[in-house]
C-alpha cells in the first residue's frame, strides 16, 4: 500500500480548490462575497471605534468647558451678591423711600467744590446715561436737597440753597404750587404760589414732578412763613436735608 502524507493531502486540497475556484463562477462568487464582507465588517468595526474614542473626547472636553463656565458664574454671581449688597446698604444709609416706577436713582460721589467759598455748588463724578441736555434731581436721606446742572459738559450739582437751584414743588394738603428757590444752606423760598390758595405755616412742601426732574412726593421741608407779593405770595421754608455733608447723593433719573 502507498502511503501518502499530511503535506501531500493538503497539497492536493489546495489543489483542488484552487481548480474549483478558478473554473466555477459560483464558487469564486462566493469566495470573493465572503472577501468584501470580512473587509467591510472590518472596517465598520473601526469605524465604530473611531467614533467611539471620538465621542469619549468631544465628552470630556464638554465637561471641560462646562466646568470653567460654571466657574465663571460663579464668580459672577458672588460679584452680583455684592454688589446688591452695597446698593441695598447705600440705599438703607440715604434713606431712599420713593417708588416711582418711573424712576432710577444713581449714587454718586462728589469731586469737590466748583468755587472755594461756595459750599453750595459741587462737581459730580459723570454718572451712567449721563445727559448734560436735561437736568438731574439730588436725594439724600430721603429729601430733595439740590438738582445736577451742565457746566462745561460735566455735571453741576447746585445744592438747595444755591440761588440758581430751582424745582417745581407743591405745598400742603391743597398742594398749592410753586417754584422753589434757594436762599442759603438751611431755607429755600417757593414763589409764584397762587395768592387764593391757602399756605399755612408748618405746611410740608414735597417735590410736585411737573418739571421732570424730581418724581412726586420727595419731602423738601416746612413753610416758616408767607408773605404776599402783587399777584401771587411766596413762602419761606426750612429744608429738612442736609446740603453741607454731600458724602454720596442719589442722582434721579427718568
Known amino acids: 500500500m502507498i502511503k501518502i502524507g499530511s503535506r501531500t493531502v493538503l497539497l492536493l486540497l489546495g489543489l483542488a480548490v484552487g481548480a474549483l475556484v478558478y ?26 471605534v473611531d467614533h467611539t474614542i471620538e465621542r469619549h473626547w468631544n465628552q470630556a472636553e464638554r465637561i471641560s468647558r462646562l466646568e470653567e463656565e460654571h466657574k465663571k ?3 459672577a454671581l458672588i460679584l452680583c451678591r455684592n454688589r446688591a449688597e452695597r446698593y441695598e446698604a447705600l440705599k438703607k444709609a440715604l434713606g431712599i423711600r420713593c417708588c416711582d416706577t418711573n424712576m432710577s436713582v444713581t449714587a454718586v460721589r462728589p ?31 430721603g429729601y430733595a436737597v439740590g438738582i445736577v446742572v451742565e457746566e462745561r459738559r460735566r455735571p453741576l450739582m447746585l445744592m438747595a ?26 431755607h429755600m423760598v417757593v414763589k409764584y404760589i397762587p395768592e387764593w390758595m391757602k ?4 405746611d410740608e412742601v414735597f417735590t410736585s414732578g411737573l418739571d421732570r426732574i424730581f418724581p412726586l412726593g420727595i419731602p423738601v421741608g416746612r413753610v416758616l412763613e408767607t408773605r404776599k ?19 454720596f447723593v442719589w442722582v434721579v433719573g427718568r
Open 161 to 186: 440753597g444755591d440761588r440758581g437751584c430751582r424745582f417745581a414743588v407743591y405745598i400742603g394738603k391743597a398742594r398749592a404750587p410753586g417754584i422753589a428757590m434757594g436762599r442759603d444752606a438751611r
Open 111 to 141: 469731586r469737590g467744590y466748583a468755587k472755594l467759598g461756595n459750599f453750595q455748588e459741587l462737581w459730580l463724578e459723570e454718572f451712567p446715561d449721563y445727559n448734560p441736555m436735561r437736568n438731574y434731581g439730588v436725594i439724600r436721606a
Open 73 to 75: 458664574l460663579e464668580a
Open 229 to 247: 407779593m402783587q399777584g401771587f405770595k411766596n413762602a419761606d421754608i426750612e429744608l429738612f436735608g442736609d446740603t453741607l455733608h454731600p458724602d
Open 23 to 48: 473554473y466555477s463562477p459560483s464558487i469564486r462568487t462566493f469566495f470573493t462575497a465572503f472577501a468584501v464582507t470580512v473587509q467591510r465588517t472590518y472596517q465598520n468595526a473601526l469605524q465604530s
Open 199 to 202: 399756605v399755612n405755616p408748618g
